[in-house]
């Protein structure tokens, strides 16, 4: 994303809108530090939670610029999740998702990300949260069957399993979603952001998918699949086939609107609407920057 489409995007984001010259600011005074302060800073995430932030750190950073990257996903997790429920982080990264649900919700988390050096951030993360005994984070991959995998490890956000034109290449541990869940008790959301190998996480997770427990799926399906030669339609004929349907989710008036089908990042799938619009109704409101909502 070169300069002139991040400004773009910081300025249109819906935490910035109203301040546009500020979150310019932001964004130029992190190019500054950047330059003249090797070191990672700590960022106030929420008034409950922290994030460390480094240069290099693309999602991280736009939290920084944005309050939340993903300003729907984001506080569909906030408004919905309780401290009873468990939440399924699957392509954690540095673990923003898993710090907004394990430190700002206080929800049992577990916390999946399979590039060793990546997973270092993430475990640095829980540690400033002090979220140890809230979050079990596991340095593997999922996928539809235990075994081994290539990965890409050089490419921030956008690492993924290794095709034959990769380079970089680690192997990671592989296991399914309905194994790690044996002994556990059922998530009732689950985020899925795994860079095109959606279709093997969900053929792992069968049984999960099926759980009453289970109410909503954040999954990015931006065409990443095809390079595996994946549908993306097919994930969501799946998804549909267990009664979970795509939504927008506006946080700002707390509606949930049902959509034709999935978007082109981010997709809200959810099941027992009724149930999920009470909640979302009743949660109490999140400070992020200047903006209570």
């Known amino acids: 994303m070169n300069i002139v489409t991040l400004s773009r995007f910081i300025i249109n984001h819906p935490l910035n ?21 090797p070191y990672p800073i700590v960022y106030t995430f929420t008034e409950k939670s922290k994030l460390i932030i480094k240069k290099g750190m693309t999602g991280a950073t736009q939290n920084l610029y944005c309050g939340l990257h993903d300003f729907n996903e984001m506080f569909f997790l906030l408004h919905f999740l309780r ?60 996928g539809s069957k235990k075994g081994s995998i290539a990965f890409t490890s050089t490419m921030d956000t956008m690492n993924h399993v290794a095709t034959d034109s990769d380079k970089n290449i680690i192997n990671v541990n592989v296991d399914t979603l309905d194994n790690l869940l044996l002994d556990n008790k059922k998530p009732a959301l689950i985020k899925i952001d795994v860079e095109g190998f959606e279709t093997e996480v969900l053929n792992g997770a069968i049984s999960t998918i099926n759980e009453n427990n289970l109410k909503a799926i954040i999954i990015e ?42 978007g082109k990042n981010n997709t809200i799938y959810i099941r027992d609407i009724d149930f999920v619009k009470k909640r979302l109704e009743k949660a109490e409101k999140v400070k992020i920057l200047t903006d209570n909502i």
């Open 83 to 142: 401290k009873e429920d468990l939440f399924i982080d699957i392509g954690a990264n540095i673990g923003s998702y898993t710090v907004l649900a394990a430190s700002h919700i206080e929800a049992d988390t577990i916390s999946i990300e399979p590039v060793p050096s990546t997973f270092k951030h993430l475990i640095n993360n829980i540690s400033i949260n002090q979220i140890h005994n809230k979050v079990k984070a596991l340095n593997i991959a999922l």
């Open 221 to 262: 399906l931006n065409g990443s699949g095809d390079r595996y030669g994946y549908s993306e339609m097919k994930i969501h004929e799946t998804l549909t086939s267990v009664g979970f349907n795509p939504y927008f989710y506006d946080p700002i008036t707390r509606q949930i609107k049902l959509t034709d089908c999935f």
């Open 17 to 37: 809108r109203k301040n546009k010259t500020k979150s310019l600011i932001r964004f130029f005074k992190w190019q500054i530090n950047t330059i003249i302060n």
